[in-house]
């Protein structure tokens, strides 16, 4: 699905990310951490080439990442960015109709933004334009856009911004669904509950540039704290793992 080799991030005199090789296959989710700063989201936006690495290279599904037009991008990747303007006061069933630019000619158009708008509680509020929503809306509306748009790489920076516990928990069940259905999702997360309980595994980022990568079964509680700065418990709930702040000593 996704392979980078060597993969080099900077930003002015500071590398944000030391080489990195990594591989994402389907199915996977992949929980990426770190503190402020740290360079989660920035990672994110060079994944999906809305900027370019600093080395390195990056392959989406089999091929090479600058190679690849901006439509065949759409198809293969999706991204929700940590924050969004709404740049048309679209009504909110248009704006997520418009994330299937990439399929104009798809005769399921209507029923995939219909499902979309389904997973995310959306039917009520199809016709309301977008400016009279709250911000915990919008984030659905965003998310469902995600989810209209049908990539098989999602690319999520805190999706749970806003959201009140019932939306949380039906997001975490909608990323369980995209990777029962094949996709892969990377998931930039604050979130010590949401996040352990989606992912499969793990993309630590620390304050240097440096990086490590567990599956969630191998990730303890001091390889979290280390890069998070703060201690941690592991804990199990639900079936999931989550992880809990300690006392610091």
């Excluded at 370019?52 to 190679?67: N, V, Y």
């Excluded at 248009?94 to 399921?108: E, N, Y």
């Excluded at 209507?110 to 919008?138: C, H, I, T, W």
């Amino acid at each position: 699905m996704l392979h980078c080799d060597q993969l080099t991030i900077r930003q002015g005199r500071r590398t944000l990310l030391q080489p990195l090789t990594w591989q994402v296959r389907a199915g996977e989710c992949w929980w990426i951490a770190g503190r402020n700063g740290c360079g989660k989201s920035t990672l994110l936006t060079t994944l999906a080439a809305l900027r370019r690495a600093d080395g390195g290279h990056i392959r989406l599904c089999g091929q090479p990442l600058p190679q690849l037009t901006p439509r065949q991008r759409a198809q293969r990747l999706a991204m929700l960015p940590q924050a969004s303007h709404d740049a048309f006061d679209y009504a909110v069933q248009d704006a997520v109709a418009a994330a299937r630019f990439a399929w104009p000619d798809a005769g399921d158009n209507p029923q995939r933004v219909a499902a979309a708008l389904d997973a995310f509680d959306l039917g009520r509020l199809a016709s309301r334009p977008l400016q009279a929503l709250s911000g915990g809306e919008r984030q659905r509306v965003a998310l469902a856009s995600v989810m209209a748009q049908d990539a098989p790489l999602i690319l999520l920076d805190e999706p749970s911004n806003s959201l009140d516990l019932a939306h949380q928990a039906a997001l975490q069940q909608q990323i369980d669904r995209w990777c029962a259905q094949g996709k892969a999702v990377l998931l930039v997360s604050h979130d010590l509950q949401l996040a352990p309980a989606c992912a499969s595994h793990a993309l630590l980022l620390d304050e240097h540039g440096q990086h490590r990568q567990y599956p969630l079964a191998e990730l303890n509680a001091k390889h979290l704290a280390a890069v998070l700065g703060y201690p941690l418990t592991r804990l199990h709930h639900a079936g999931h793992p989550c992880f809990l702040p300690g006392h610091p000593s």
